[in-house]
């Protein structure tokens, strides 16, 4: 049985960089998102406009709601896009809180 993961982002660990857009990863950063400036392998990718990707960060980065540079972008843009996933996927989040570990405690806390 295959799952589809309810977050793709960009691994932190990886030795490149990687497009905000679609992961490839880039020896060079020489585009970026038109919008927020991080990194993409062309100016006109896909991914950059993916409702279920990037598109969930790019507004918050753009209107400098979050301000970031693009060397922090791979560890704390997937967990900004795992926390924006509660608005722009309210059935996914709810899946998540339940099977999380974390769901107990906050149980606790009410
Ligand atoms: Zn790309
Ligand atoms: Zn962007």
Redesign the pocket.
Known sequence: MEENPAVIGPSDTAAFYS??????GLKNVRFFCPRCHLP???TF????RDPAGHALECDLLHNKVVPLSYHAWPGIAFLLRCLLLRKANPAMWQLIEEQAPFAAMKRVEK
Do not use: K, Q, T, Y
């Open positions: 497009c905000v857009g679609c992961f490839r993409a392998c062309r990718c896909s991914g950059l």
